[in-house]
């Protein structure tokens, strides 16, 4: 690794970047379906579901609160090495056999050394990258990860069900997807920022934004986490709920970004409470479509889960919007640790109604965020006049699948270093 000044790196080390966790995304988005999916499938292991889900989240609070530490000691090079070994760990365990516990504590695992990648990936497109074209090297980052997570989700279609294959073949990727950034060079970026969480200051600063990222936190992990173990409880083969996961990676997409873009024209909050209206919509209309619908299934699942993400990134930018550069890092500390908390609690809730209500729940509970959330920012609009459009940053897509540390990992200081 080399240390270079921000900005001069060549187009080729990001490309190196972005290709090593699109690879990555090919197995994760194997691992992201098959493990509620295989869980839910049976009556004696389908209460782990809920808890693995929220395992990932918890993780990924871990993660990001000792990405920074661990970097500073360890260096970006030794760190995203030793992160991927975790995601490898914890696929093994996965690959051993059916273990409720041991399957939980693996998703955890996963959850904390994905932030970190995630991190570390960030510091050094934002390191190498030139401001010129910095935010759309980002873009584009997010955008190959999670068209990556849906190709491995249909990847696990193609794939013989009840055997261990499907966790092989996500370590085998993520064992590929080192070598691209192992044999280039790249620059050595500084440590990111310490997390501060400040909650006064985030609410302070845009209280639609704080709960619009708590209310992503509940709609991401309710819709994408709980839609394989819905599935397989309505007893759907592997390859059709592969399919459907893969639609919903391009809805993420395809539906985020006119919204976003019309978030750049009007008032953001006003575009907060259409998304909410859609998801609202289109929750109300999976509640009634059945597997047997197939293809009008797809539609509305992909709606579903574009417009809960597009709450993640229209929130992200209307907090930027009202923030003074000086309060970034805990701004955007706090809203990663909101995201992770409400990531975390929400699905252990659903898994303790699921017995009661059935395996609707997190339709319910996509609904009533939607709904609840909506009628705040309705309520806030009356409070607080919008965001003068010279103060407005252009939006950026982003996913709720991928953290963003953006404001963490941007250079502090020109001179900073690290050993390799």
Known sequence: MDSQVPGTASPLSIAAIILSMTILALGNGIIFTYVPYTLARSPETQWAAGFAIA???????????????????????????????????????????????????????????????????????????????????????????????????????????????????????????????????LPIPPAPASVKVNLRLAWRNSPVALIGILASGALSTSVQSFTPVYAAVNGVSQETIATLMFVMALGLLFVQYPLGALSDRIDRRYVLILTCAIIAVAGFFALGVSFSSFILLLIVFSVLAGSSEAIYSIASAHASDRADPSYFVPLASTLLIAWSISATIVPLGISALTPILGPKTFLFTAILVAIAYAAFTLLRLRQRPPSAEEERD???????????????????????????
């Open 394 to 420: 252009g939006f950026e897509m982003r996913s709720a699948q991928v953290p963003d540390a953006t404001a963490l990992t941007q250079p502090v200081s020109e001179n900073a270093g690290e050993n390799p």
């Open 55 to 185: 395992a990932v989240a918890f993780g990924g609070l871990i993660g990001s609160v000792i990405a920074g530490p661990l970097i500073r000691r360890a260096g970006h090079a030794r760190l995203f090495a030793a992160s991927f070994a975790l995601v490898i760990v914890s696929e093994a365990i996965i690959a051993i056999g059916v273990n409720p516990w041991a399957w939980v504590l693996a998703r955890g695992i996963f959850g904390a050394a994905g932030n970190m990648n995630f991190i570390i990936t960030q510091s050094w497109i934002n390191h190498a990258a030139s401001n010129d074209w910095r935010g759309k090297a980002m873009s584009f980052f997010y955008m190959t990860y999670v068209i990556g997570l849906g190709f491995g989700a249909l990847l696990l279609g193609q794939l013989p069900e009840a055997t261990n294959i499907a966790p092989v073949v996500a370590i085998i990727f993520c064992a590929i997807a080192i070598l691209p950034v192992s044999l280039t060079r």
